[in-house]
Every structure is written in structure tokens, then in C-alpha cells.
């Protein structure tokens, strides 16, 4: 069983059926999965993006400066993440919430030594802000601080139920790989994640898993290494 692991959820699966925000029913079911996964021991840190809010690299369409854009962004995952943590905590769970930038109190400020402190003491650590730098996507972050704090793996919560040679929900002949390496996520050209993080993760030995979140079951599944997702490395 993995004992550590950062776990990424997109922004826009918070949405649920919505057209923009926070579904609190969705929120729930995922504070609930992230719930049965600390009760079997495991150490989790979560990044969310923040797309159900606002998009930076999709602002710089309708006018927006690229820069502020991405803060903008930024703050979205902030608000997210903030989200997550009352989540949580209405079910017993401590959390805690770092940004990658001062936002004292509304959050801690980042370093490797506090989360990785926090997720000892059995706290799930929630990573919101990205990397504080804009051009840089909230993969990316994931990827950072999954090797920052040295997790198992990095557990991409879809809602795909992992990596196909093409999009299924476009291509109904698209076959699922149950394990694949990054050579050939590059080689094909896989959108599991953007470049730099793909990068960052194969130079740094980090197993990813790519699930679908909104199966019932399916984080426990993964996180107990049964058949579940496709699990990729270096």
C-alpha cells in the first residue's frame, strides 16, 4: 500500500453538473474519499486546480495579461483549496492549507519541512497557489511538490479511468493502457499531463496513476494497489 501520496484533482470536476463553482455535493464525496484514505494510514497531500473558477492560459483569449491571468488562476486553486480543507474538516479530518505565496491568515505559507511535518502528524496537506509562478499549471505544481515531499506516487484523479490511445470520449476505438512509461506518453503524444510535468516526474522516479476520481471506490482501489487506472514510470 502506498504510504504517502499527492493526489491531483482538476478544478472542473468540482463543477460537477454546474456550469461554474463549487458543486457541494461533489466536494463532499471527495473530502469522504480522501477521508477513507487517511483512516487506512496513508499520508495525502492534494492539489486542486482551479478551472471551475477561472483559467489563466484560456483569460489571455478574452483580453486578459498573460501574468495576471495566471494569478488570477492562482487564486482560484486558493479558494479551492480553502474549500477542501472546511470539507474535510466537517468530517473529523485536520487539515491544512498551503499557498505557495503569502495569504496569511487565509492560508500557510509553503515549505517543504511544514508539509511534510504536517502530513506526520496525520494531517492531509492541501497545496493551493500552484507554484507561485505564473506559465506554470497546477500539473505542474502536483508533479513539484510530489516530489518535494517525497510521496510514493502522484494520483491523478480523472474522469477518464486512465490513459487511452486516444480520447474514449471522442474515439470509441481507443484502448486503455493498464501500465506505460513516460518515453512513451511522450512518443504518443498522451495529454495525460503538460510536458513539464510529465518531465519532472520521469527524471525523478515518480510512479503516477491516472483514475477516474468519481468511481465509487476508486482512490481506495488505487491507493491499495489493486488493479485500478494505469499506473505510469520512468
Known amino acids: 500500500m502506498y504510504k504517502r501520496v499527492l493526489l491531483k ?3 472542473e470536476a468540482l463543477m460537477a453538473g454546474k456550469p461554474y463553482g463549487i458543486d457541494s455535493e461533489q466536494l463532499q464525496t471527495y473530502a469522504a ?9 496513508v499520508q495525502v497531500g492534494v492539489v486542486f486546480g482551479g478551472g471551475n473558477i477561472f483559467r489563466g492560459l484560456k483569460g489571455t483569449s478574452e483580453g ?20 477542501i480543507q472546511s470539507a474535510l474538516e466537517s468530517l473529523g479530518v485536520p487539515a491544512r492549507l498551503f499557498t505557495a505565496f503569502g495569504m496569511e491568515p487565509v492560508g500557510e505559507r509553503y515549505t517543504r519541512d511544514k508539509a511534510v511535518a504536517a502530513l506526520e502528524l496525520g494531517e492531509v496537506a492541501i497545496f493551493s497557489a500552484g507554484t507561485g509562478n505564473p506559465y506554470f ?41 493498464d501500465t506505460i512509461t513516460y ?9 495525460v499531463m503538460d510536458l513539464t510535468s510529465i518531465t519532472l516526474c520521469k527524471e525523478n ?6 483514475f477516474d ?17 494505469t499506473l505510469i514510470t520512468a
Not at 213 to 229: C, H, I, Y
Request: hydrophobic fraction near 45%.
Open 205 to 210: 522516479g515518480m510512479k503516477m496513476v491516472v
Open 64 to 83: 486578459y495579461d498573460r501574468v495576471k491571468g495566471d494569478y488570477m488562476g492562482m487564486l482560484a486553486t486558493v479558494i479551492n483549496g480553502l474549500a
Open 137 to 177: 499549471t497546477t500539473d505542474t505544481a502536483s508533479a513539484l511538490r510530489a516530489v518535494e515531499i517525497n510521496a510514493d506516487a502522484l494520483l491523478k484523479g480523472t474522469r477518464v479511468d486512465g490513459v487511452y490511445t486516444a480520447d474514449p470520449e471522442k474515439d470509441p476505438s481507443a484502448v486503455k493502457f
Open 183 to 191: 518515453d512513451e506518453v511522450y512518443r504518443r503524444n498522451l495529454k
Open 9 to 11: 484533482l482538476s478544478g
Open 33 to 41: 474519499a480522501v477521508k477513507d484514505a487517511v483512516a487506512l494510514g
Open 213 to 229: 476520481m468519481n468511481m465509487p471506490g476508486a482512490l481506495r482501489r488505487v491507493l491499495l494497489e489493486e488493479k485500478e487506472g
